[in-house]
C-alpha cells in the first residue's frame, strides 16, 4: 500500500458496496458507517500530527 490513499480510496469507493451486497447491510448504513470511519480517521490524523511536531 502507499498511505492513506488507498485507505481513503477503498473506504470511499469499495467498502459500501461490500457490506450492501455481502454483509447486505442496507446502503444508507453503509454510507453512515463508511462516513463514521472517514470522521475517525481524521481525527487519527490530527492527533498523530500533533505529537509528530
Known sequence: MHGPNDIYY????YMPSYLSHN?????DYA?????AIIVCM???QLLVGAVER
Open 10 to 13: 477503498m473506504s470511499l469507493t
Open 23 to 27: 454483509l447486505h447491510y442496507l446502503k
Open 31 to 35: 454510507v453512515l458507517i463508511i462516513i
Open 42 to 44: 481524521l481525527f487519527v
